[in-house]
């Protein structure tokens, strides 16, 4: 079977992809509105795109309404977002914060998920998140109506002093996207 991807919806375009480039790491992204409540949705279309400087690419879908999601609109006007890895035990909390809520409701208010503040000018992490990246804004790419491409650059990371060792040499067992399942070390 030959799909060409001109024909294709975005939909079906998107579930080609995500049963095909597997695994794929999770952000769990956090971000804060002019209001200060705090977004946290996961991004299985998320990738590192350069070391130097440290330059990650995340593909947001738009909500089914067309409307951005909240991480897009949020990044757009704060400039800030924060990028946590996921481990096995945030698992559904994770998959809760997938679900589409209104603009201003938080999700880890709504669901219970505690946070913590680890580097004051930059949006909380989950508590207990092994790796966070605080980020800055760089650019939106548009290929099309139903999703962007945010750009952000990572300023700083956070590394759990459980993991963390001088040489770098660390390892984490985080969750990643295998099409429509999870995959993650126990």
Not at 51 to 70: C, L, R, Y
Not at 100 to 125: M, R
């Amino acid at each position: 079977m030959v799909v060409k991807f001109l024909d294709s919806t975005p939909l079906a375009n998107y579930k080609i992809l995500s049963n095909s480039i597997t695994p794929r790491p999770i952000a769990w992204i956090s971000t804060l509105s002019t209001d200060d409540i705090v977004n946290l949705a996961p991004f299985s279309f998320f990738a590192p795109l350069c070391a130097t400087p440290v330059i990650f690419g995340v593909n947001i879908m738009n909500k089914s309404n067309g409307e951005f999601k909240d991480t897009l609109r949020n990044a757009k006007l704060t400039h800030k977002i924060t990028i946590s890895t996921v481990q096995v035990d945030f698992l559904e909390s994770m998959q809760q914060t997938s679900n589409e809520l209104p603009y201003n409701v938080s999700e880890a208010q709504q669901y219970g998920i505690e946070l913590e503040s680890i580097s004051p000018t930059y949006p909380p992490i989950v508590k207990g998140s092994l790796v966070a990246f605080f980020c800055e804004f760089r650019d939106v790419l548009c290929f099309s109506k139903t999703s962007s491409t945010l750009i952000v650059e990572a300023k700083e990371v956070f590394i759990d002093d459980l993991v963390y060792t001088e040489s770098l040499n660390f390892s984490i067992d985080n969750v990643g996207r295998v099409g429509k399942s999870f995959i993650y070390k126990q």
